[in-house]
């Protein structure tokens, strides 16, 4: 994947590998740089880099990233280091973690989302003021 020189840690990104079409893979994938899906992967999927799973593809397995964009199916939990992206053609199951979590129109979610976020006034208000900084709360489920 092409990248902008204004980050620092993505050096390992200028390898990035593909599950083809018709490609099913069964067990752990495990690898520096990204990923694109566009077959199938029955197992957990741990990277340094980024990964994409392409509309038609499908993974089950948790999966641990860069950043993620789901437009296929994923069943799993996610934990990323950057953003999450799933695209209005997505079926996604599973609890999800990343710096930005972007659900598009349309896609389908079941899971519990988790994030970083400040409480509006009125919420803090109604606790008693126990909300003062930042907390981390589930965004949806």
Same mark, same amino acid.
């Given at each position: ?11 390992? /990104? ?17 690898? /520096? ?43 799993? /939990? ?39 976020? /400040? ?23």
């Amino acid at each position: 994947m092409a990248r902008g020189s204004t980050t620092t840690h993505r050096e390992s /990104d200028a390898a990035e590998s593909l599950i083809g079409r018709g490609s099913r893979i069964r067990g752990r994938v495990h690898g /520096d740089g990204s990923l694109r899906v566009e077959g199938s992967v029955e197992g957990n999927i741990q990277l340094t880099g980024d990964l994409e799973i392409e509309d038609g593809a499908s993974v089950t397995g948790d999966v641990e990233a860069s950043s993620l964009v789901v437009a296929g199916q994923l069943t799993g /939990d996610v934990t990323s280091r950057g953003p999450v992206t799933i695209r209005a053609t997505a079926q996604y199951a599973g609890n999800v973690g990343g710096s930005e979590v972007i659900l598009e129109e349309g896609a389908a979610f079941a899971g519990r989302i988790e994030a970083e976020f /400040d409480l509006p006034a009125e919420l803090t208000e109604r606790t008693g003021g126990r909300a003062q900084s930042p907390r981390r709360e589930p965004a949806g489920r």
